[in-house]
């Protein structure tokens, strides 16, 4: 499968948080010569060197995506529901949802607010809360709702169809985050799987980022890494901020983030990879949040393993329409494997 189309079934992929099933079978079977390890939490995790001493780097993406979950199915046969991940609640009202049924069918179903001649005054002034919204697939009854599969329990994504602008080189879509992650790691990891390299490589795609950093324990207390490079769609800021304030831009290179509210990125180890990218003409970005975090964290905490975050820019992450660049996607799978191949136990016993 070529990049564009691995980008575009990986952006369709049903796979919320918790239930990222499809997601870890492809990933799976693209990268079936390193004889993947599965769990029960459906994280997947290769290694490229089984039984070698030499220190071990980890690469890290998410599979889950933002999505919802149905709580009830209300006599009318319409559905209230909660949030899965970080959403903005002004995103929710008029969107389209794809709800899961219990065979694995996917149906439709449309994020309603109550209409404005339904609505009192405060109504009218405030942002609809998740508790004034529904899911509605167009049913009539709670049994015509349950008859199609769904009922308490059925997970929900953006139901939106990935495209690709040959000529401007863009992706629309949903899930870049991280699905561009996972599809970068896909390529590199298949990529060195051949390579005589001074250090072992370890994959790990991970569940349930989304709600907590959970998989990515799993994965990294059995893989022990000595240092970690996490891929993530990460938030673009350049339609919403000015001048030096953009840090995030579409199509200026994959992001290195020094701080968010979750890890202090050690600084020896994003210098190398700052020089690493300078060195091999990769453009790059640097980053300073307030907000935010990323699976790093939870690999830093374990034993204080180095982290690092190469960010592909996403405009309009945690929506239904994001925008992401092939450009910034080739850079950023350069820049890891040119990270992967330089990287040395010497470099790594210094950070
Ligand atoms: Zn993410």
Redesign the pocket.
């Known amino acids: 499968m070529n990049t564009i189309e691995q980008i575009k079934v990986l952006s369709d992929m049903f796979g919320p948080s918790g239930f990222e099933d499809k997601v870890a079978a492809f990933v799976a079977e693209q990268l079936k010569d390193y004889a993947p390890e599965k769990d029960s939490m459906r994280n997947v995790r290769v290694e490229k060197e089984k039984d070698s001493d030499k220190p071990r780097v980890m690469l890290d993406a ?1 599979m889950d995506e933002v999505g919802a979950i149905v709580q009830a199915v209300m006599p009318s046969g319409a559905m209230r529901f909660l949030p899965i991940g970080g959403w903005s609640m002004s995103s929710f009202p008029s969107s389209s949802f794809s709800i899961c049924t219990k065979d694995g069918n996917l149906v439709k179903a449309v994020v309603a607010a109550k209409p404005p001649h339904f609505m009192n005054e405060s109504e009218r002034n405030r942002l609809p809360a998740v508790s004034d919204m529904i899911l509605d697939c167009g049913t009539t009854s709670k049994e015509e709702t349950e008859a199609l599969g769904i009922g308490i329990g059925s997970p929900a994504v953006p139901d939106v169809a990935c495209t690709f602008d040959e000529a401007r080189g863009l992706f629309y879509g949903k899930a870049f ?2 699905r561009i992650g996972v599809a970068a790691m896909i390529d590199i990891l298949q990529t060195l799987k051949d390579e005589d390299l001074p250090c072992n490589i370890l994959g790990s795609f991970s569940t349930q ?2 709600v907590g950093e959970r998989g990515v324990r799993i994965n990294s207390r059995n893989l022990r890494p000595d240092v970690a490079i996490c891929f ?2 990460c938030p673009a800021d350049d339609t919403f901020q000015q001048g030096c304030m953009i840090q995030t831009a579409l199509k200026k290179g994959p992001m290195l983030r020094h701080i968010d509210r979750s890890m202090i990125t050690n600084w020896r180890f994003q210098k190398f990879a700052l020089e690493t990218a300078h060195a091999n003409n990769i453009p790059v970005q640097e980053a300073v949040r307030s907000g935010g975090g ?1 699976n790093g964290a939870s690999i830093n905490m374990q034993e204080g393993v180095p982290a690092i975050v190469i960010g592909v820019p996403v405009r309009y992450i945690h929506s239904h329409h994001c925008w992401c660049s092939l450009e910034d996607y080739q850079n950023a799978v350069k820049l890891g494997l040119a990270l992967c191949r330089s990287l040395t136990p010497e470099i790594i016993a210094e950070l």
């Open positions: 998410h985050d991280d980022e989304e993530e769609g990323t």
